[in-house]
């Protein structure tokens, strides 16, 4: 029988969990502060414990790396009612292995749990680095973003080469930096190239550098981007656009840390950590001819796929305030108040620009603005067909007429709801999305569970 420690100051919620666990078979026990917790682990030898990040005197992350150096070194999942990034690359870093928020989702914690216990037993045991400093600049709580910010832990103090992918505006280059701010390197220089910017005629020698008379003006020598990305990291973006004589270069570059200037005699090494994006699709690029497939899987070793803004709308109240924090800062205004039309308007709009459209929108609006308050008429026109009234239903006895989307989808909501038992885990499985959006949908097409309905099962 494998054995769980749950360490966690909220007693009531250490003893659901506790319950739980032992209703699945497990052996589980429970402690409510650090020093308590790290007696019971060495004393009990715990396959996994599920650890809370914030608990009076000595924290989760504090107690973390004496947990890993128990021998066995027991799998760890931390807790949190907190959504932040830096937190979860710190915890990704010290050990853990899995990091879930409260209220905790117990599907997502049973699958955790069953995950880990398997890996143990079948001794995959994963190291991972001690703690990163660093400033961070992401938002999300959704689950996408969770598993980027768990990646960036995992890879950021290896030198691992790292291919960022993602449609325009979702944020790849703010990966980028993470990744670099959390790593060995973070003291060294972040240098940014845009492979699609410059002219390939220029490229070479923007990335690699020439000798003076090189070239016709090359009148100095002049250090390329891989020289001035020494001891640091150079993130290629764009890096599909490149073109197949710059691609044959950047591989020789990864195969053997060397570059030539251009015009030089000798060949230079690099120890520049290289991070690429892009946001087309490489692997039918390759397919294509367009790309070289050698320096594909050289830059894919390991690989971030950032969701586009409409596949993580849970994350848009987090995003807009702290979007709306930087534009108050930058424009000196002091837009406090953001009006539930407006964030009602974001959810229901596609947002094709991702996180760089929702912030030239909020910059336009902080930029117009009279007041402290956002409301929806300083708004641009294309957001406007979205600021419509939330969906009511119709009065009791009319008929009304099928064929909008909107009633299509929730009636089909409704079906699903009703065949699972309002079974709300079950539900979001069968129609393939995700709790938070369930909950969204339900508030928007005002469904509610009958009053008979299992409050354990229709409760969040």
């Not at 402690?31 to 715990?46: I, K, N, S, Y």
């Not at 008379?213 to 764009?238: H, M």
């Not at 009304?400 to 299509?408: H, R």
Request: hydrophobic share 40%; net charge negative; with cysteine.
């Amino acid at each position: 029988m494998s054995r769980i420690l749950v360490i966690d100051d909220d007693r009531a919620g250490a003893r659901t969990l506790q319950l739980h666990l032992r209703s699945q078979g497990y052996e589980t026990e429970i402690a409510h502060d650090a020093e308590t917790g790290l007696a019971v682990a060495c004393e009990q030898a715990p396959d996994l414990v599920i650890l809370d990040i914030r608990m009076p005197g000595r924290s989760g992350l504090e107690l973390l790396p004496d947990l890993k150096q128990l021998s066995p070194a027991p799998r760890v999942v931390m807790i949190t009612a907190f959504h932040d990034m830096e937190t979860t690359i710190e915890a990704m870093q010290q050990g853990a292995e899995d990091y879930i928020h409260k209220p905790v989702d117990i599907d997502e914690l049973d699958a955790a749990v069953e995950r880990l216990l398997a890996a143990s037993q079948a001794g995959r045991l994963v190291e991972t680095e001690a703690r990163a400093g660093g400033r961070f600049d992401m938002v999300g709580r959704s689950r996408a973003m969770k598993e980027v910010f768990k990646t960036i832990g995992l890879v950021a103090r290896s030198s691992t080469t790292v291919l960022i992918t993602g449609e325009s505006g979702t944020g790849k280059e703010l990966v980028a930096r993470a990744i670099h701010n959390a790593g060995a390197h973070a003291d060294g220089p972040f240098v940014a190239v845009n492979c699609a910017a410059v002219v390939e005629s220029l490229l070479e020698s923007d990335m690699f550098g020439h000798e003076k008379g090189a070239f016709t003006g090359a009148v100095t020598r002049q250090p390329g981007k891989f020289e001035l990305a020494a001891g640091g990291t150079i993130f290629l973006d764009e890096i599909g656009e490149m073109s197949p004589t710059m691609q044959a270069k950047l591989l020789r570059v990864l195969q053997y840390k060397e570059f030539a200037p251009l015009g030089a005699k000798i060949v230079r090494s690099t120890d520049a950590r290289i991070i690429a994006a892009t946001n087309v699709d490489l692997a039918r690029r390759v397919r294509e001819g367009h790309f070289r497939e050698d320096l594909f899987y050289r830059l894919s070793v390991v690989t971030i796929d950032l969701p586009p803004l409409r596949d993580r709308i849970e994350d848009l109240d987090d995003l807009v305030r702290t979007l709306l924090a930087r534009i108050n800062r930058d424009l000196r205004s002091s837009i406090s108040h953001i009006d539930q039309a407006v964030l009602d308007c974001f959810a229901r709009y596609a947002w094709p620009g991702n996180v760089r459209e929702l912030e030239n929108v909020l910059l336009k609006a902080a930029a117009l603005a009279s007041g402290n308050t956002l409301t929806p008429d300083q708004l641009p026109d294309e957001l406007g067909a979205f600021c419509r009234p939330r969906y009511s239903p119709p009065p009791s006895g009319v008929e009304q007429p099928l064929g909008s989307l909107a009633d299509m989808e929730r009636q089909h909501v409704m079906r699903v709801l009703e065949s699972t038992g309002w079974h709300r885990g079950e539900a979001c499985e069968i129609l393939g999305i995700s709790r938070p959006r369930l909950r969204r949908m339900m508030r928007e097409y005002a469904i509610e569970p009958p009053a008979d309905a299992d409050s354990d099962l229709t409760a969040d």
